[in-house]
T-cell receptor
Framework: AQTVTQSQPEMSVQEAETVTLSCTYD???????LFWYKQPPSRQMILVIR??????QNATENRFSVNFQKAAKSFSLKISDSQLGDTAMYFC????????????FGTGTRLQVFP | EAQVTQNPRYLITVTGKKLTVTCSQN?????MSWYRQDPGLGLRQIYY???????DKGDVPEGYKVSRKEKRNFPLILESPSPNQTSLYFC???????????????FGPGTRLTVL
């Protein structure tokens, strides 16, 4: 079965510090997409970062970066210089192949950034 | 403004009373999906559509119907709602380019449904 596991239900970090959110997934496919989504209290789903499985280079978007380990099926999110506005639920997700819109989500990690 | 709209945003209904949640996108996207979000379970895909008249089941399709008669609209139909369908529902859409689906999935604002 294709699944996504986020083993940290809740995390907290002090403003300006760095935090890493964990994600592992399971698939037998070789080509797929990986994503991190942010859901603030407004409930809006916001794409934070994405990674194509065939690319070895880790994706970065400003303060957000990933550590993609394909062999280990791991896709962690690092948030540097954490800001109060980063407080949200974070979901790891993946599309298991190129020819589907089947998007599989993890159960989420609630991140609290405190001053 | 590129957006996905859902209506209604909030709905309280009773068991067995048929309802439809509408979803519309103005970006001419080919792919559209419906998800439900429940505490501790994340988002689970209900149905998705890769083009007009093409729909497929996601992970939790039981009790739901969809249709895709026009590219912009993808309504979610609950023929006989039950309390276990109380949830937060999201519609989403994304484009398809020559190289495959794009990465950016646009989500609607969500519909909070309560079935009594």
């Amino acid at each position: 079965a294709q699944t996504v596991t986020q083993s940290q239900p809740e995390m907290s970090v002090q403003e300006a510090e760095t935090v890493t959110l964990s994600c592992t997934y399971d698939t037998s496919e070789n080509n797929y997409y990986l994503f991190w989504y942010k859901q603030p209290p407004s409930r809006q789903m916001i794409l934070v970062i994405r990674q194509e499985a065939y690319k070895q280079q880790n994706a970065t978007e400003n303060r957000f970066s990933v550590n993609f380990q394909k062999a280990a099926k791991s896709f962690s999110l690092k948030i540097s210089d954490s800001q109060l506005g980063d407080t949200a639920m974070y979901f790891c997700a993946f599309i298991p192949s190129y020819n589907t819109d089947k998007l599989i989500f993890g159960t989420g990690t609630r991140l609290q950034v405190f001053p | 403004e590129a957006q996905v709209t859902q209506n209604p945003r909030y709905l309280i209904t009773v068991t067995g009373k048929k309802l439809t949640v509408t979803c519309s996108q103005n970006m001419n996207h080919e792919y559209m999906s419906w998800y439900r979000q429940d505490p501790g379970l994340g988002l689970r895909q209900i149905y998705y559509s890769m083009n007009v008249e093409v729909t497929d089941k996601g992970d939790v399709p039981e009790g739901y119907k969809v249709s895709r008669k026009e590219k912009r609209n993808f309504p979610l139909i609950l023929e006989s709602p039950s309390p276990n369908q109380t949830s937060l529902y999201f519609c989403a859409s994304r484009d398809v380019l020559a190289g495959g689906p794009t990465d950016t999935q646009y989500f609607g604002p969500g519909t909070r449904l309560t079935v009594l």
